[in-house]
């Protein structure tokens, strides 16, 4: 049952990439951020009191810290994705994602393996794969500030994820909590600080545009994903939850093919298969 979980917390994680995506077409990527996570704030907050778990300050600190990481790392996921190609964005920043926590954990002293040193190799190469672009039919084209900016992307959620380790077990989803309110009323005062002049109506005179149904189902899909990410790992070990969700490119990659048209050429697909391969790897050691 947890396998299948940890399988349905992928599906949600990379179906909310995607819509994030389109719906930073249409809005900025920090409006986009912002509506969502102060969704997943309450939904988040609702889930952690009927856990009844308890968190010492730190632990919310800690939170706090890696949620401003991968605030960071979701605007430029959305900013990216909002041009695309999806195809390339969503691997790309997958292996970013899993190989910051594995360095890290070289810097504070783990030893690498050699499975690792191999999924590290293997996601260079991916990434050099999934850069080779063929654009066709209006696609953006794959340059160094889309594999950039998605490689920033992936080490925000890196990050996100060093720091929520870090935190005490018993103190889960406190952590997430914390973080979600650090970047969805963060970014909300920042709206209201950048439109002083016009008031809070122009701030959030989004929130009245057609658009806000997929913030919101970003929202929604991002707690249900940390939900089910945590009940997963309650169950079975940490890293066997890890490789499974790392394939949550799968499902971007595919809802950008059938909504949006997107084609690989063949290097990009042995690239995509290279990438979720070497964060399955580097997130099973």
Known sequence: MAVVVSLLAAAMFGAG??????????????????????????GSLLFALATGASATMTDLFLGVVGGLLGGVGVWFLYRRLAVGPMHVVAPVTAVSAAVVPTLWGFVIGERLSAAVGAGLVLALVAIALVSRSTPTGGEAPVTAVVVGESLLAGAGFGG??????????????????SARFATGVGLALYLLATHRRH??????????????????????LDTAANVAFLWATSRVPLAVVSVLTSLYPIATVLLARAFLEERMNRWQQVGLAGAITASAIIGAA
């Not at 809070?200 to 929604?220: K, Q």
């Open 160 to 177: 996100f994820f060093v720091f929520l380790d870090a935190t005490s077990a018993a103190s889960a989803p406190w952590p997430v909590v």
């Open 17 to 42: 990439d995607f819509i994030g995506g389109v719906a930073a077409k249409r809005l900025r990527a920090i409006q986009v951020v912002a509506g969502s996570h102060i969704v997943g704030l309450f």
């Open 199 to 220: 008031g809070a109506s122009a701030a959030f005179s989004w929130l009245r545009s057609p658009v806000v149904v997929m913030v919101v189902a970003v929202g929604v």
